[in-house]
T-cell receptor, first 109, second 117 residues
Framework: EDKVVQSPLSLVVHEGDTVTLNCSYE??????LLWYKQEKKAPTFLFMLTSSGIEKKSGRLSSILDKKELSSILNITATQTGDSAIYLC?????????FGTGTRLKVLA | EAGVAQSPRYKIIEKRQSVAFWCNPISGHATLYWYQQILGQGPKLLIQFQNNGVVDDSQLPKDRFSAERLKGVDSTLKIQPAKLEDSAVYLCASSLDPQGVVYEKLFFGSGTQLSVL
């Protein structure tokens, strides 16, 4: 059965800290991996990683795909209170979009 | 460009009552998804439409949940009768996917928070 597992489930850090969120997957015919940020209800898109684009960066956020290890990490440097959210990892297989359980990040001032 | 529209934003009902949610995807998006997200969990796919046809409804509890996408545009999701465990956020999402093969990011609506008492 296809599955996506995220760790840790929750994390509390102080402003300025660096965090690393993990996502591992077992999905038949992997196509791409996506990261979303969910602050209230609607998840918003962060990154898409594919075989041809295994590393992405935007400001303080960066993500790497390790196709050998079937995993990805999302790094956030110099965290701010506005980074507090649930971070969702999703993997696309043919006709399928599978989400992990998410990591709940809380950044304290 | 207008985003994915969902209504209502919140709904409180008693168990055994019925409820319906509505979603209007981004114009031109062929694929529409309904997800259920229980507190502390990731979104779980209930049903996926490609235009007005069902691609995947394997996790839809068909004894109480139904969904339709007439004319391949907006969609409704209904629960009848509701149970306590149906309390969740119901998210609608859409993507272009003109060939019916999932390959793009999803655009989400703001969701409906359902509380079943």
């Amino acid at each position: 059965e296809d599955k996506v597992v995220q760790s840790p489930l929750s994390l509390v850090v102080h402003e300025g800290d660096t965090v690393t969120l993990n996502c591992s997957y077992e999905v038949t015919n992997f196509r791409s991996l996506l990261w979303y940020k969910q602050e209230k209800k609607a998840p918003t898109f962060l990154f898409m990683l594919t075989s041809s684009g295994i590393e992405k960066k935007s400001g303080r956020l960066s993500s790497i795909l390790d196709k050998k290890e079937l995993s990805s990490i999302l790094n956030i440097t110099a965290t701010q209170t506005g980074d507090s959210a649930i971070y969702l990892c999703a993997v696309i297989g043919p006709y399928k979009y599978i989400f992990g359980t998410g990591t709940r990040l809380k950044v304290l001032a | 460009e207008a985003g994915v529209a969902q209504s209502p934003r919140y709904k409180i009902i008693e168990k055994r009552q019925s409820v319906a949610f509505w979603c209007n995807p981004i114009s031109g998006h062929a694929t529409l998804y309904w997800y259920q997200q229980i507190l502390g969990q990731g979104p779980k796919l209930l049903i996926q439409f490609q235009n007005n046809g069902v691609v995947d409804d394997s996790q839809l509890p068909k004894d109480r949940f139904s969904a339709e996408r007439l004319k391949g545009v907006d969609s409704t999701l209904k629960i009848q009768p509701a149970k306590l465990e149906d309390s969740a956020v119901y998210l609608c999402a859409s993507s272009l996917d003109p060939q019916g093969v999932v390959y793009e990011k999803l655009f989400f609506g703001s969701g409906t928070q359902l509380s079943v008492l």
